[in-house]
């Protein structure tokens, strides 16, 4: 039962962490309407190891490029020394917001926020949020050109994906489009601004919760992290592809629905 439960674990976060959906939100609402409790803001946070192996691996190619000096294919690479500057940026926002939150508000994690209300209401209203960013135009804005300010706008954005709901890839990719990104390239760099957020946030949470981690099934969550891996890179694949030519409107009917379900089951 515990390899049931922690590979459904995996597939959730893996194929939520990067679609605009909030995998936060899903890991709770899903994992209780199949029967599995409430796996927690520990637990998730450990799984999501699994999502940043799968980002450094998908993408590993264009980060072998950057630091191979004499690769031919650096200049074709879209990573660069301003994109590794720009992610910095945009992670300063997480730090200082979930540091606040971690030292000043201990137990967030089991707040109100964490509700099925609050799921649903934020579900809802981020829906909107993607609307106006996917009709938005002017999309000329790419990975090179872009501002350092944007970078710390969508930073900024970002950080407030802890709140279950907001889902981190929704948030950084609809304020790139509100900019003006190519979806591409908003996509894309919404991945790579996961890698220091998801990373920071589990490392966090592990060392928090040290006593906790122990309680937890070795193999099992071994294969939990295993199928959160192989689950984030069909995500990453699927958004990238998906995004560049439809856009975000099925995650906005999606997150309509969603939040629309959650509060009338919620009330029964």
């Known amino acids: 039962m515990d390899y049931l439960k922690f590979i459904f674990y995996g597939l959730i976060q893996g194929l939520t962490e990067f679609i605009p959906v909030s995998s936060t939100a899903h890991l709770k609402i899903v994992s209780l309407l ?20 799968a980002i450094f691996w998908y993408f590993r190619i ?109 948030a950084s990719i609809s304020m790139a489009l509100l900019f003006g990104w190519e979806r591409k390239d908003a996509t894309q760099f919404s991945f790579f601004l996961g890698i220091p957020a998801i990373s920071l946030a589990a490392i966090v949470e592990l060392l928090s919760s040290i006593n906790q981690f122990s309680t937890f099934p070795f193999l099992p969550l071994l294969a939990g992290l295993i199928t959160t891996f192989f689950t984030s890179l069909l995500a990453i694949d699927f958004l990238i592809k998906y995004i560049s030519t439809k856009g975000l409107k099925i995650f906005i009917y999606y997150r309509l629905a969603f939040g629309i379900l959650i509060l009338f089951f919620d009330n029964f």
């Not at 191979?68 to 200082?96: A, C, G, M, Q």
């Open 62 to 170: 264009n980060i072998f490029n950057l630091h191979n000096r004499n690769s031919k294919k650096i200049n074709n690479s879209f990573i660069s020394h301003k994109l590794y500057k720009s992610i910095f940026i945009s992670t300063i926002p997480v730090i200082l917001l979930g540091g606040i939150i971690k030292l000043f508000i201990p137990g967030f994690s089991d707040s109100f926020l964490r509700s099925n209300f609050s799921i649903a209401v934020v579900s809802i209203f981020m829906a909107f949020i993607m609307l106006f960013a996917d009709i938005s135009t002017n999309k000329s804005i790419t990975l090179r050109n872009h501002k350092y300010f944007q970078s710390l706008v969508i930073g900024i954005t970002q950080a407030f994906a802890i709140i279950p709901g907001v889902s981190r890839s929704g």
């Open 34 to 53: 199949f029967g599995f409790s409430d796996p927690g803001s520990s637990l998730s946070a450990i799984i999501q190891f699994g999502s940043v192996i």
